[in-house]
């Protein structure tokens, strides 16, 4: 079964940091790869995603991902964060070819920014 | 932009009832999906349902579990017999349609307490 881990539980950092979340999962296959993003309060919203083609992905809010097919990661990267980035970070991943197409998802990584 | 909503927003339950979990996917979504976040835990998978029909289950949903579309705008998580290890955020999403380069959508999800 594929798994996800993120290797950061809590980040805090100041406002302009540069900010990198690592993500490995487990799974050989083919395999779609995401980022949500959820703020206090609100539901888990789509950041970014790989499916293919480029492995350099840039999503909403300046966040942009990277897919290592060799080291089985997906790290997000923002180079200069915000106080509302403040928030907990989820990489999910998927089966290209399973039938409701589940995600699973990391532990999760909750961002402080300080301002 | 369209949202997956989902009511109540916390549910509180004796342990033993049944409880009915209600979600209103996006309009022209065909896949719905329910998840599940115990506190501190990851986000875990529960069930799919395409069609109709569950496409895909995790162990943990076992027998004390349902799920409905009972019209054409609801679908519905019901736990028969609530234990107290049922006490969890339970998240809806959906999905547009098939192929993997279609992310899901979460509601804001309903916070289950057993007592």
């Known amino acids: 079964a594929q798994s996800v881990s993120q290797h950061n539980h809590h980040v805090i950092l100041s406002e302009a940091a540069s900010l990198e979340l690592g993500c490995n999962y487990s799974?050989?296959?083919?395999?779609?790869l995401f980022w949500y993003v959820q703020y206090p309060g609100q539901h888990l919203q789509l950041l970014l995603k790989y499916f293919s083609g480029d492995p350099l992905v840039k999503g909403i809010k300046g966040f942009e991902a990277e897919f290592i097919k060799s080291k089985f990661s997906f790290n997000l990267r923002k180079p200069s964060v915000q106080w509302s980035d403040t928030a907990e970070y989820f990489c999910?991943?998927?089966?290209?070819?399973?039938?409701?197409?589940?995600?699973?998802f990391g532990g999760g990584t909750r961002v402080l920014v300080k301002p | 932009e369209p949202e997956v909503t989902q009511t109540p927003s916390h549910q509180v339950t004796q342990m033993g009832q049944e409880v009915i979990l209600r979600c209103v996917p996006i309009s022209n979504h065909l896949y719905f999906y329910w998840y599940r976040q115990i506190l501190g835990q990851k986000v875990e998978f529960l069930v799919s349902f395409y069609n109709n029909e569950i496409s895909e289950k995790s162990e943990i949903f076992d027998d004390q579990f349902s799920v409905e579309r009972p019209d054409g705008s609801n679908f519905t998580l019901k736990i028969r017999s609530t234990k107290l290890e049922d006490s969890a955020m339970y998240f809806c999403?959906?999905?547009?349609?098939?192929?993997?380069?279609?992310?899901?959508?979460f509601g804001d999800g309903t916070r289950l307490s057993i007592l």
């Open positions: 799974y050989g296959g083919t395999v779609n």
């Open positions: 999403a959906s999905r547009k349609g098939q192929g993997g380069n279609q992310p899901q959508h």
């Open positions: 999910a991943v998927s089966l290209l070819k399973a039938a409701g197409n589940k995600l699973t």
